[in-house]
């Protein structure tokens, strides 16, 4: 019987971070996979500039904000042994800005959450990163999805 | 907070991104909402000297460690055993010698009961060992003796415990380390005219290998105590094997020289020293309980098994040792050539001049040396205790760069050479001090367990607290004998106790002091202040440092006042006009001092003019940064002599403001 548990080695991979619920889980699974190929991970952090700012502007509260997201993954890293880099980006498009880093930086891998909506019945919030993420990067891109909090619970939802 | 954006386009037309640089992010790191940590970068030096410096501190001591190592710091119970054993474990090498030097000056037929004797020990040891094994369990936070006493007798006895113990710690280190070197010099008589330079050293070597952290001194220092262990058991083994299979065995030796007749009948205070004597076999065992935090976790459960594999395997050599001492009948020779028991036992067992006896003996003098290691562990560990307590200076609480407390482990190693100077480097000399502050430490800690049982009656607390009870009436008579026994020396500890207590209450009642002097009521808000102010600005002249004190002191106030104190009355008029010219607004006053005079004319101007008591004064010391040592001679001499005359003035605010040439 053929294995198919085997995760699929990388040398590099981007994790975009968002600030949001789903950062945790895409640290802690990047940090284990990359232990296992002794892969180099790069988290990234793009802030959004709207066309009232100029690209270059240092936008008030928003890399205070970054670094903390920035420091919260590599201090996860660091505790789990994995090498991490960190990179603060601003932007027009955050998928753009993703894909565009993770080619500069030759990885072969971008790792991005998805988070669940609650609200409204529950569903998940693509939004538009992750669809652009799909649809352009030239590299592997895994999408790590928030837990459905019926499926979560046991005895309960589709398992 | 960021440093200059770097534009990168983007693979499709019209993508940018400007990366960010965080230049902060190697030196701080955010943990939480408004919270900073401190990376290792901050504390690097910046000077070629300072790297210079740490260089060679990492290569003695090994690159610094972060607090939430600690955890991997944290000992093992293999590691653990060697650490705080090394002290117990090694008495079992002279503890039985102690019991048969008594018991062989009342006749050859009296050195049969020193199996006897060593039995009532085991007694003494377990019930120690059971003690302890509670104490663990009961005050998880560690400090033994001392934090059972606090906890149900108060402060004097607990300062009483500690004190004693603290002294036995020291002693542990000076007693085991020169008879360590007492077995070299023995071999190797031509090293006798160094032995306190020796015994120096080995003090220096393990105080730098403590100060490596604990889980390198484990490494350091297991290998040691588990050779000791197995050549010891293995030679019990045998002995007994022979003894008890093969029926080998000696009579009773023959009396020593100038010993009474042997027909003299062994009294009870005989008996007495012969049990005090081999009691120094309990020296040790309380360490565990000091340092319970030093364990991984589960750490009462570690450290309670610990402690009872260490009392097992002490109980085994030691009784193992007396067995086969006493049934070949080896006595200790100190003549021609000293013949210490464990060495007369080895060399029947093994074979005289055999491998195996030389590793024993080996192994032996390694293990009296690492003996010291347990007080290395423990006495830090009680020191940081009682300063976190406010009893001893708060910096006996700071953990060094590899997560020890090194100002404890060097503090400890200081004493115990200074002792070693002191006395010689003689183990007899010392060896009377030896032991007593242990015993009056376990009597106050079963005491303090009795209570603890009374108190709080749980599950099981008569049978426990019998025990405690029986350990305490046992440890406090053998306290008693080892004080008579080893009298009048033994009595400078009885001094001692006093004068450590005396100095413990003394720091406490200073802190105690100050905390209640700079304690911010929780009713008092702080605001800002309606005070008036006023800046004074001592200047020689109109300079950049002058100038830069200037700025900044319009910044605090609108008063600012530059004071130019001269004997050269043309000087002045020319600052006046310098200043008139180019500094508006800010008010001159010309001194003239008579005498020649800088320091007594503006202090005193500080003091007498505009003494409004609700006026605060800021005087700012404008100061020139030298950039070499040899610069610090020719500058800022007025500057400091000011800051020493006004330091303490009520109402006054100094400021050093230093200028940079490259500003």
Redesign the interface.
């Known amino acids: 019987m053929p294995e198919t548990r085997t995760s699929p080695a990388f040398r590099r991979a981007v994790l975009g971070l968002n600030g949001g619920p789903t950062d945790s889980l895409v640290v802690h699974v990047a940090c284990e996979l990359a232990k296992a190929s002794r892969a180099d991970l790069n988290a990234v952090h793009v802030v959004e500039v709207d066309w009232r700012h100029a690209l270059t502007d240092v936008i008030p509260g928003c890399h205070e904000r970054a670094s903390a997201i920035l420091d919260l993954a590599e201090t996860t890293a660091e505790r789990q042994k994995v090498a991490m880099t960190t990179t603060l980006l601003q932007a027009r498009d955050v998928g753009a800005a993703i894909v565009d880093e993770a080619v500069a930086v030759e990885a072969d891998l971008i790792i991005l959450g998805l988070p669940y909506k609650k609200r409204f019945g529950g569903d998940f919030r693509f939004g538009q990163v992750v669809p652009y993420v799909l649809q352009n990067a030239p590299m592997a891109v895994w999408i790590t999805r928030e837990p459905v909090p019926a499926q979560a619970e046991p005895g309960r939802g589709a398992r | 907070?960021?440093g200059n954006?770097q534009?990168?386009r983007?693979?499709?037309p019209g993508?940018?991104?400007?990366?960010?640089e965080?230049p902060?992010?190697a030196y701080f790191?955010?943990?939480g909402?408004g919270i900073l940590t401190a990376r290792a970068k901050t504390t690097e030096p910046t000077t070629r000297l300072g790297r210079g410096m740490a260089g060679v501190r990492n290569v003695l001591v090994g690159r610094p460690l972060a607090s939430?190592q600690e955890m991997e710091e944290r000992l093992p119970k293999k590691k653990a055993l060697a650490i705080f054993s090394s002290d117990a474990i090694s008495s079992s090498a002279y503890a039985s010698e102690e019991i048969l030097r008594v018991l062989v000056l009342a006749g050859p037929a009296a050195v049969l009961l020193s199996v006897e004797v060593s039995l009532g020990i085991v007694v003494l040891l377990t019930t120690v060992a059971i003690s302890y094994r509670q104490v663990v369990f009961a005050y998880p936070q560690g400090g033994g003796s001392y934090s059972v006493a606090r906890a149900n007798f108060g402060q004097l006895p607990s300062l009483v415990a500690a004190s004693a113990l603290l002294i036995d710690y020291v002693m542990t280190v000076a007693v085991s380390t020169s008879s360590a070197v007492e077995q070299i010099t023995s071999a190797i008589p031509e090293l006798a005219p160094q032995a306190v330079l020796i015994a120096v050293a080995a003090i220096a070597l393990i105080t730098l290998g403590n100060l490596r952290g604990l889980r390198e001194a484990g490494n350091i220092f297991a290998l040691p105590t588990y050779l000791f262990v197995g050549s010891a058991l293995l030679m019990i083994a045998l002995g007994a094997f022979r003894v008890l299979v093969l029926g080998e065995g000696s009579p009773p030796p023959d009396p020593l020289p100038g010993a009474p007749s042997p027909l003299q009948p062994i009294t009870l205070i005989l008996l007495l020293r012969a049990f005090a004597g081999g009691a120094v076999a309990l020296t040790g065992t309380e360490a565990i309980a000091t340092g319970v935090r030093a364990f991984k976790p589960p750490e009462s459960r570690n450290a309670a098994t610990t402690l009872v594999i260490m009392a097992g395997l002490l109980g085994v050599l030691f009784m193992g040792m007396t067995f086969l001492a006493s049934s070949y009948g080896v006595v200790p020779i100190d003549e021609p050539v000293k013949q210490t028991i464990p060495a007369q036992v080895a060399g029947i067992v093994y074979g005289a001049n055999s491998i195996g006896f030389y590793l024993f003996q080996a192994f032996t003098a390694l293990i009296l040396f690492l003996a010291a290691n347990t007080s290395f562990n423990a006495f830090p560990r009680l020191s940081a205790i009682l300063a976190q307590d406010g009893y001893m200076p708060r910096q006996l609480s700071f953990r060094g760069d590899r997560l020890a407390y090194s100002r404890g482990i060097v503090a400890l190693g200081v004493i115990a050479a200074a002792l070693i100077v002191l006395f010689g480097g003689s183990t007899h000399a010392l060896i009377p001090l030896y032991a007593v502050g242990v015993f009056i430490d376990f009597t106050i800690s079963q005491s303090g367990m009795v209570k603890h049982w009374l108190e709080t009656r749980e599950p099981g607390w008569r049978r426990r607290m019998s025990i405690n009870a029986f350990g305490c009436v046992l440890t406090a008579i053998v306290a008693v004998v080892v004080v008579l026994a080893k009298a009048p020396v033994s009595l400078l500890v009885i001094v001692l106790i006093p004068v450590l207590v005396t100095m413990m209450l003394f720091i406490h009642r200073h802190y105690a002091r100050v905390a209640s002097e700079q304690e911010v009521p929780s009713d008092v808000v702080v605001e800002r202040s309606p005070r008036r102010r006023r800046v004074i600005i001592p200047i020689p002249g109109l300079t950049r440092a002058v100038e830069q004190a200037i700025t900044v002191g319009r910044t605090i106030a609108d008063d600012v006042t530059a004071v130019h104190i001269t004997d050269d009355l043309d000087e002045a008029e020319r600052v006046r006009y310098q200043f008139e010219h180019q500094v508006p607004g800010v008010r001159l006053v010309l001194v003239e001092s008579p005498y020649r005079q800088l320091v007594g004319p503006f202090v005193s101007y500080v003091d007498v003019m505009d003494p409004d008591p609700e006026t605060l004064t800021f005087v700012i010391l404008p100061e020139y940064l030298v950039r070499h040592w040899w610069e610090r001679y020719l500058h800022n001499q007025v500057a400091e002599r000011l800051r020493h005359e006004l330091i303490g003035r009520p109402n006054t605010v100094i400021i050093s403001l230093p200028y940079r040439r490259d500003h």
């Open positions: 907070m960021s954006p534009q990168l983007g693979r499709k993508d940018r991104r400007v990366r960010i965080r902060q992010s790191r955010h943990t909402p939430e």
